[in-house]
């Protein structure tokens, strides 16, 4: 049997209707931005393996720092215990966050770094005597797959089976000029039974990478801390510069209360989730009465292995080669949309920094089930390129080490894609 063929036999893949699905490629080696599958075809990943892939595969020196790590510490219990490469990441994390952030709770992924998130919030107001228990979030909303995180995530065919068991939440549209007042007062009106708001800064990528502009969302924030309502950035697909800079809220003033990193935090070499609060936030945990204790905690929370992968993500991402590399997938994507933008197929092209997304015209209803969605993933793929369609929204968010001869070659297939398809 081949590797394709004892999958089948044994795998249940995510997000995956195993009765049509097509078999699944096996792939046995990553390098810079490709992947090699078993016959040794190379495929781009143009969408860094699900959004974690930032400096490239199999990166050497990242691969080096864990080796280290793995025969020097594998893993201690992160309670009554601490280690070296979970403090230097605190320290070094929090060096570059908002000012406001100053301590560091470690998961496992990017849906617990949430969990974590909220649970902060509703005990925040618990160890104070007060009940608030309504949250805040933007419609189409992604957050995770935990029971938490969907809660706080919009309402979709992915949540269905779950709806009655989630708990309540306000969804608000993302802000603009024109609707920016009405956000203020829906918030203002709520303001007393709101523990946090919850939202992905700038982009909002499971909905399909919808893009709303930073100065908005500072007079939300703003206007949160003036109502009292705790807010909560979900930086784990946006953080380690995917919109042009280390962080989306890089890009306001108004700082957040709380933010959570996973995906690019190791580089996506493998999991880790971050949830870094305010001081303000973790003094009100503090007492001799040990209920206001934040009962929470994983098996492999601050595993140092993924710490010292972070550490190592970290000295990389802050090397000037990647804030070059980064504003030159930007340019590219910048030239790439001017030249399409006007194409007939093309309904709409947004770009925030190294995400650049195309919504396809399709002429009736669009959906994550649309057949125009399995036909670009298989053109794309046939061609060498893992893209990986939102319904009729293609994206490219590249690892930052592509080369411009692999960017080109992939505007030039959907170029060919808009002629053929
Ligand atoms: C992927 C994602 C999550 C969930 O992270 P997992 O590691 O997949 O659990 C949460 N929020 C956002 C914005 C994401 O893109």
Not at 18 to 25: D, E, L, N, R, Y
Not at 73 to 90: D, M, N, Q, R
Not at 202 to 217: I, K, N, S
């Amino acid at each position: 049997m081949n590797l394709t063929e004892r999958d089948l036999k044994v795998i249940w893949h995510p997000y995956t209707q195993m009765k049509t699905a097509g078999v699944p490629i096996p792939i046995v080696k990553g390098e810079g931005a490709h992947l090699l599958d078993e016959n040794g075809k190379r495929y781009i990943d143009a969408i860094s393996s699900w959004w974690t892939n930032i400096h490239g595969h199999a990166h050497p020196y990242i691969a080096k720092k864990v080796a280290e790590q793995l025969t020097q510490l594998e893993h201690v219990i992160f309670a009554g215990f601490t280690h070296p490469t979970a403090v230097e990441l605190a320290e070094r994390l929090l060096a570059i966050l908002p000012a406001n952030q100053t301590k560091a709770f470690y998961s496992d992924n990017g849906s617990t770094a949430i969990e974590v998130a909220i649970k902060m919030c509703l005990q925040y107001w618990n160890n104070q005597g007060q009940t608030r228990t309504r949250m805040l979030a933007f419609k189409n909303a992604y957050h995770g797959d935990t029971f938490g995180a969907m809660s706080v995530s919009g309402r979709s065919a992915f949540t269905a089976p779950f709806d009655s068991l989630l708990f309540e939440v306000e969804f608000i549209d993302t802000p603009d000029a024109e609707n920016i007042d009405r956000l203020k007062s829906q918030i203002s009106q709520l303001r007393s039974q709101l523990s946090c708001f919850i939202f992905e800064p700038l982009v909002q990528g499971t909905a399909g990478m919808v893009m709303y502009e930073a100065r908005y969302l500072n007079e939300l924030i703003a206007h949160c801390r003036k109502e009292n309502v705790l807010t909560i950035a979900d930086e784990v697909f946006t953080g380690f510069g995917r919109t042009g800079k280390p962080f989306a809220t890089s890009h306001i003033t108004e700082q957040p209360d709380i933010m959570c990193f996973s995906k690019g935090l190791t580089g996506g070499t493998m999991a880790l989730g971050l949830t870094t609060c305010t001081q303000e936030i973790f003094n009100v945990f503090l007492s001799d009465d040990k209920l206001k204790t934040l009962f929470h905690g994983h098996s492999f929370t601050a595993n140092p292995v993924a710490c010292a992968a972070a550490l190592a993500s970290l000295d990389l991402f802050l090397a000037p080669a990647t804030a070059e590399n980064i504003e030159r997938i930007k340019n590219a994507h910048a030239q790439f949309a001017g030249r399409i933008k006007h194409h007939p197929k093309i309904k709409a092209v947004r770009q925030t920094g190294t995400i650049i997304a195309m919504e396809w015209e399709t002429g009736d209803n669009t959906s994550y089930f649309s057949s125009l969605r399995d036909r670009l993933y298989y053109y794309f793929l046939e061609a060498g390129i893992i893209l990986r369609p939102l319904g009729n929204i293609i994206y490219i968010l590249p690892p930052y080490c592509i080369t411009d001869a692999d960017l080109n070659y992939i505007y030039s297939k959907i170029e060919q894609a808009l002629e053929e398809i």
